[in-house]
């Protein structure tokens, strides 16, 4: 179920200010509040979906590509692009979601090192 005061709806909004990246019909990229490396950009579809689960079920063609191409672009605004970037996306409990809307992390600016932190 979508909650329509979940942040980033409230970003979407205008009702709380974001650092814009870039934006089109479908997409909005903006920086994260507490970034975790040089570039941390979040890439956020418009529509309602609370993750890629749900995303991947109800989205148009043209709101999937439009993401994907979205990512791409920030990569290249924040000029990462030919460095090297990482994409994530927390989808669900385990993987510690805590914005309850659709989001692509990227990450960029320095050495990333290993993916997962091993246990
Ligand atoms: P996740 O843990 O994958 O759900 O990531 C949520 C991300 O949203 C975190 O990296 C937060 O720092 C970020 N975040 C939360 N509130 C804001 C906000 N108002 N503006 C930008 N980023 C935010």
Known sequence: MYDDNNIFARILRGEIPCKKVYEDDHTLAFEDINPEAPVHTLVIPKGKYTSLKDFAAKAS???????????????????VKDSGF??????????????????????????????????
């Open 61 to 79: 063609d043209g709101e999937i590509g439009a993401l994907v191409r979205a990512v791409n672009k920030v990569a290249e605004l924040k000029g």
């Open 86 to 119: 990482r994409i994530l996306s927390n989808a669900g409990a385990d993987a510690h979601q805590t914005v309850e809307h659709l989001h692509i992390h990227v990450f960029g600016g320095r050495v990333l090192g290993p993916m997962l932190v091993k246990k």
